[in-house]
């Protein structure tokens, strides 16, 4: 296997890395409007994340990073062409950081629940718009013989990518709720798990017509596997929800994040980018990646750091590991 191919792998675990832990984070954002009932119940939601979410998007800029150092024709074309999703979807990065910083800071009422209702849409928005991002790198975008995307954003709304777009946020919402389900006791508990069946059955529809569409024009017999796995998965994970298995279903509720992701991946190799114009004109492994030199010393690099932040990061989590509830949040100090 060669040094691109290596590296196409890596970014793919990188992105599957993300979207599990981001996933449940974004999840959990968006069920601050959905199922908590008062301020109590919001602080519970976004406590059970807030030791861990701004660690989670280190996946994102790893992802990034990986990209532009091996695939800097990939990274260079995506962003030109994918500019405004891709800068709303930083906005919503930044102001989503600021508010889980922000939004206890002061005790009016007024104030924090304008810092909620950003959590909730910063939240929303990346989920929906991952999905279109990637829906639109798989199904293929106007990249020209120079490798320069030409079409504009209304290309990339297309029928297919709104339907990526709709499985990311309902998948992801449905991790999260499970999250919840898992993070916490009580009567948010029991809400959080009649949710995820509700929310899960909508994933599961909406899921099935993606994949199975993907499949049929991309598809090949790896990403078939990978298809059944993420469908399997998540039906599994519907029922742990309803035995009340929460340590089940996050589990399986995250493999199905994960072969899903995985199964775009596969459709996609050997492109990185495809274009809809020219096949020859598409990016691939071998035509967007760097030298072999500086493959060789980011593989380096890579063996190092990599153990120590899955480490330090693994570590943390077991440390939050415990559940919470409402009980354990301190009255406002006025």
Known sequence: MELHDVWFVVIAV???????LEGFDFGVGVLTRLLARNRPEKRVLINTIGPVWDGNEVWLLSAGGATFAAFPEWYATLFSGFYLPLLLILVCLIVRGVAFEYRAKRPEEKWQRNWETAIFWTSLLPAFLWGVAFANIVRGVKIDRDFEY?????????PYALLGGLVTLTLFTFHGTVFVGLKTVGDIRERARKLALRVGVVTAGLALLFLFWTQ???GDGASLVALIVAVAALLVALVAVRAGREGWAFSLSGLTIVAAVAMLFLTLFPN?????????WSLTVSNASSSPYTLKIMTWCAAVATPIVMLYQGWTYWVFRKRIGTQHIAEPVH
């Open 150 to 158: 030409v079409g504009s954003v209304v290309d990339l709304l297309n």
């Open 14 to 20: 990188l992105w599957i890395g993300y979207f599990f």
């Open 272 to 280: 990185v980018m495809p274009s809809s114009l020219n096949e020859d």
């Open 216 to 218: 049929i024009e991309k």
